[in-house]
């Protein structure tokens, strides 16, 4: 059963920018931190973003001052808008719900000329 819906992805130019999106149930959205990963070929999993109920934030090191996450309540689902995008920032986005432990199906980006 399908709980985090990711969507967003795609191919930008090195410099671009791109906003992924993650729809999740209420119960879930209410109840949890939601954040990102990433995954590159052949690298672990990454720390990507975290926003918590309450908006307070925190980023990857390798992110920081370039994406930005975001929550709509209303709407369940969090946002990751990611500006100057690199070729290294290349890989399949995951959204996470923290407390309980749900990840999406990912999303793949590609920054590439």
């Known amino acids: 059963q399908v709980q985090l819906v990711e969507s967003g992805g795609g191919l930008v130019q090195p410099g671009g920018s791109l906003r992924l999106s993650c729809a999740a149930s209420r119960s879930i959205f209410s109840s949890n931190a939601m954040g990102w990963y990433r995954q590159a070929p052949g690298k672990q999993r990454e720390f990507v973003a975290l926003i918590d109920a309450d908006g307070g934030t925190n980023y990857g090191d390798s992110v920081k001052g370039r994406f930005t996450i975001s929550r709509v309540n209303v709407k369940n689902t969090v946002y990751l808008q990611m500006n100057s995008l690199k070729v290294e920032d290349s890989a399949v986005y995951y959204c996470?719900?923290?407390?309980?432990?749900?990840w999406g199906q990912g999303t793949q980006v590609t920054v590439s000329s």
């Open positions: 996470r719900a923290f407390q309980d432990a749900y």
